[in-house]
Each structure stands twice: as C-alpha cells, then as structure tokens.
C-alpha cells in the first residue's frame, strides 16, 4: 500500500499570556525532575531555572532546546516552547507527500514489505493508518468500508464492536492493553486529538462474542498476544513499535511502525502459506 500523506498534525499552540518559564515548569513537573536535577543535567544552576520558570530570566534559544532535550519534550512541543520563549520555531512539519521526505516514504515502504507475510503498518500521531503491507490487508479481511474509509485508523479498526474486536479472542487484556499505552502517549504529548480519539474509543460497547467462539488456551508467551481469529484459525501476534532515533522533523517524530510477529509456530506456517 502506498504510504499515504499524514494528516495535519495539531500546531503548536502558546495559552496567551503564558510565557516559557510555566510551560518548563509543567513539563519538568510531568516528568518528576526537581529544579536541582534539571541543572545538573542541563550544565545550569537551581537558581536559573528558578528564574526561567518564574519569569525573571529569559534564557537562551540553546537553554530552551537543552532544557526541553533532558526533559524528553516531544519534537512538536519544542516549538511551543521556542514560540513563547520569543524564538522562531525550529522544527519543521513537512507533509508526508512532500519530495523532501521521499527516502522517508521509500525507505518505510520497503520495510514494511520486508516483513511480509507477517503484518505491519505505518501510523501517525493519532494512530491514522497511513501505509500497510499485504498481511494487515489479510486481517482486515471482510470489515464494513465506514471502517475502512481513508484515512482508516487503527484503534478504531482494534476496538470497534464492528472491527476486529470480535475477532480477538483475548479482547478485554488486548483492549486494556492498547488504552493503556494511550493513556501513556496522553500524558507524554498533551495532544487534544489523541485526547478525543481515546474518548471515542473507549465508549465503544463490548463486542458480542461470535456463536460458538470459546475463550483461547492461556499460553506462557514472552509477551502479551493479540489472538485473533481468521478463516476459523487462531492467530497469535506479539506487537512491536519503532520510530525515528533524533527526528528533527514533527511529521517523521510522529511516524510509528508497528510490526505484529507470530508468537508461535502454528501462526507462521499459516501466514507463509497464504501470502507466500
């Protein structure tokens, strides 16, 4: 599947009349890092950062990026920083189809064909599902196209009743899974869109369990198992997510694969001889 263009990110946005001291202040808090700890990490003093968060020392565009690198401020929020400490943002957002990022694409693109016949997928910010190789096409087999329609998202497609949730036959543990590594994106990015995407999720009823279905054998995997069914066969899939190490862009820092591996030997025969 082509790699589709992302969807406009949330701008980074400055509360009016908020400067960069209280911003800090909440991101270092966030992350539970006293002023001291902060300073020695960052080549600074307690006092200084004293000052910076108070308003009574404006610090440099270089103190900005330091003090948001030590305290993990995601690539958007930087900006937001830069913007009210006074400085010009630093980070582009380049729109995933622009010719600047075509080793990007490319690059993402061959990847997640290498890994066929086992599923893997490329999404944003918000979980939009922007590329997907032939073995996630296979999952979503026989799914109502109000699901599907462009850009289809992935936790919408895991956990509406309508979606694959029926399907998964470890859903409460795969559901509380995937919310709670939401609730942790959440709290890392401050991003209302992912905010109300987690609402809307969450609200969904329970799926009826399909005639017959009965609960998958507790297995000792190394990790949490997505098993699903598929073509009356039960699939096992551990998840793995990788993103861009130093992204100095917002749209490639937003970028995630996600690669769902067989967790046994049953589901790797099965893959192989459908796509081989």
């Known amino acids: 599947m082509t790699l589709l263009p992302s969807a406009p990110g949330t701008p980074a946005v400055v509360p009016a009349g908020q400067g960069v001291g209280p911003l800090l202040r909440a991101w270092r808090e966030r992350r539970r890092v006293s002023q001291l700890e902060l300073a020695l ?21 270089e103190m900005v990026l330091k003090l948001a690198e030590h305290l993990d401020v995601p690539v958007r929020e930087r900006n937001a920083l830069l913007l009210a400490a006074g400085y010009a943002p630093r980070y582009p957002e380049t729109p ?11 690059g ?13 997928l490329v999404v944003d910010a918000t979980y939009n599902v922007l590329a997907a190789n032939r073995g996630v096409t296979m999952l ?3 799914l109502p196209e109000s699901l599907l329609a462009l850009p ?24 509380g899974h995937l919310l709670a590594q939401m609730e942790r994106q959440i709290a890392l990015h401050r991003s209302a869109a992912l905010r109300e995407l987690y609402e809307e999720v969450t609200a969904y009823p329970a799926p009826a369990a399909a005639p017959g279905a009965e609960p998958a054998e507790p297995v000792p995997y190394f990790a949490l198992p997505m098993q699903i069914e598929h073509q009356g066969r039960i699939l096992s899939f551990v998840s793995s997510i ?6 100095m862009d917002v749209t490639v820092a937003e970028l995630a694969i996600e690669t769902l591996l067989p967790a046994d030997p049953a589901t790797v025969k099965y893959l192989h001889s459908l796509l081989p």
């Open 242 to 247: 990788s993103t861009f190490n130093t992204p």
């Open 152 to 175: 289809p998202n992935a936790m919408r497609l895991t956990l509406h009743p309508r979606g694959l949730a029926p399907r998964i036959r470890n859903f409460p543990e795969w559901r």
């Open 108 to 120: 993402v693109e061959r990847l997640i064909q290498g890994y066929e016949p086992y599923p893997a």
């Open 96 to 106: 995933l189809d622009d010719p600047a990022l075509d080793a990007v694409r490319e």
């Open 140 to 142: 979503l087999e026989g």
């Open 41 to 61: 990490r960052a080549g600074s003093s307690a006092r200084h950062i004293s000052f910076v968060e108070t308003g009574r020392s404006r610090p440099s565009e």
